[in-house]
């Protein structure tokens, strides 16, 4: 039977929210982890006025291989491959040494789908603002400020995908005196 968008996204979320109920974010508050994924979503529906069912899903499961024990065979099964192959491309590969990976996001961004490339400017966007709201628990200054700095290169790779992400971005990187590099 033919499932409407409803079912779709709803199933995404409570697939995402059991994955994610045992983690928290880093901030004082220790927010829901599950709080990032959705409002990731969030802005692609309404700041970006995205309404592709595959980038929507691919965002609410964006952080579920790379942060829990989640495997990629369980998400083609559940969700098929189209969302699945988007969260593959935004997936960090966790077994190597965190330098090497954030190198890697910067050189793969441009080689990224134009799907993929939603969400990676969805989450830093989301990031980047929660950086403002708040810096997570032992973080100095110079962390944020270097993780805004490694973000606007990751950004870089990412332009001519969507003006409203990219617009909200340039004001936040403004703010923080960051060019890319
Ligand atoms: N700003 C912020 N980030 C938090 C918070 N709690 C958890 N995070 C997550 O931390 C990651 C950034 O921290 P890092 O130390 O640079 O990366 P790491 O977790 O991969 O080691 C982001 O992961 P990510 O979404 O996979 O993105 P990214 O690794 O591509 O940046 C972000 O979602 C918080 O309170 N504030
Ligand atoms: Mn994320």
């Known amino acids: 039977m033919d499932r409407v968008p409803a079912q779709i996204l709803i199933k995404c979320t409570n697939f995402a929210a059991l994955k994610h109920s045992k ?8 927010t829901p982890y599950i709080n990032h994924p959705i409002g990731v979503a969030y802005i692609l529906t ?4 995205i309404t592709d069912l595959d980038v929507i899903q ?3 499961l964006h952080d579920t291989v790379e942060d829990t ?9 559940t969700f098929g491959s189209a969302v699945t192959n988007i969260v593959r491309e935004v997936t960090d590969d966790k077994s190597l040494p965190k ?8 050189e793969h961004a441009p080689h990224s789908s134009p799907k993929a490339k939603l969400v990676k400017l ?6 980047l603002r929660d950086l403002n709201r708040c810096t997570p628990n032992g973080w100095t200054e110079n962390r944020v400020q270097e993780y805004f700095q490694w973000s606007a290169n990751v950004i870089k790779g990412l332009r001519g995908t969507n003006k409203k992400l990219e617009c909200e971005l340039d004001v936040l990187l403004k703010q ?4 890319e590099l």
């Open 23 to 30: 983690q928290r974010r880093k901030d004082r508050e220790q």
């Open 46 to 49: 309404e700041e970006a006025d």
């Open 58 to 60: 691919a965002a609410l």
């Open 69 to 77: 024990k989640t495997t990629f065979k369980e998400l083609e099964e």
């Open 99 to 106: 330098a090497e990976r954030k190198l890697q996001q910067i």
């Open 122 to 127: 969805a989450d830093k966007l989301y990031n």
């Open 176 to 179: 923080r005196g960051v060019l």
